[in-house]
């Protein structure tokens, strides 16, 4: 049975005390979370460092569009149990202490026991065009992977919903993964080379 994925931002510890902010699918097993980053990952780092992490449950797409594209700098407060932070804009988090490592050389697979969780606010669920951002973020996420062609014709479907139900968070988060998109073509083009 496949295992469900659920779109998250995670938040870890830098080094120096700094929150990291970071989108990851996140499966849940026999009670634990489980958390597979791709290395290098800096995330990963900072899990295996200090070992713990905050899953923010968020309806603000921008903070995916965001991580991708360079716009980490979201407000946060302090996690409740572990040191950590979470996101302001979080409706839920969970606070999480890592308990196993199954250690890969691509994708290590890394176990989280819930040591504590809240509800903020209550979910009113997502319009077509949030879930749209959320499926742009996952192609930016891959355009190393991915051929140009698929990127294309799957962003050209999801943007009917942009259109159609797209608010101003939608539409800024969006306009921030195609800015993405166009600067990965260009350089694959040789458009940015000097």
């Not at 819930?114 to 742009?136: D, K, M, S, W």
């Not at 999801?158 to 993405?180: C, D, F, H, S, V």
């Amino acid at each position: 049975m496949t295992e469900m994925i659920y779109e998250t931002v995670i938040t870890t510890l830098n080094s120096d005390g700094t929150a990291h902010i970071a989108p990851f699918g996140v499966r849940e097993r026999d009670g634990h979370i489980i958390v597979a980053p791709f290395r290098p990952s800096a995330s990963l780092d900072n899990m295996l460092r200090a070992r713990c992490a905050v899953i923010n449950l968020t309806d603000d797409v921008r903070i995916f569009a965001g991580a991708l594209t360079g716009r980490r700098d979201w407000p946060t407060f302090p996690a409740t149990r572990i040191a950590g932070h979470v996101l302001e804009s979080a409706l839920a988090h969970r606070e999480l202490e890592l308990i196993a490592v199954k250690d890969d050389n691509t994708r290590p697979e890394l176990t989280f026991r819930v040591a504590h969780e809240i509800t903020h606010r209550p979910f009113r669920g997502f319009n077509r065009a949030q879930a749209a951002v959320l499926e742009a973020a996952v192609l930016v996420s891959r355009l190393h992977m991915l051929p140009p062609e698929k990127v294309a014709a799957e962003i050209a479907y999801l943007n009917i919903a942009i259109e159609k139900t797209a608010g101003e968070r939608e539409r800024q988060a969006w306009a921030w993964l195609m800015e993405r998109i166009e600067n990965h073509n260009a350089e694959l083009r040789g458009d940015n080379l000097a």
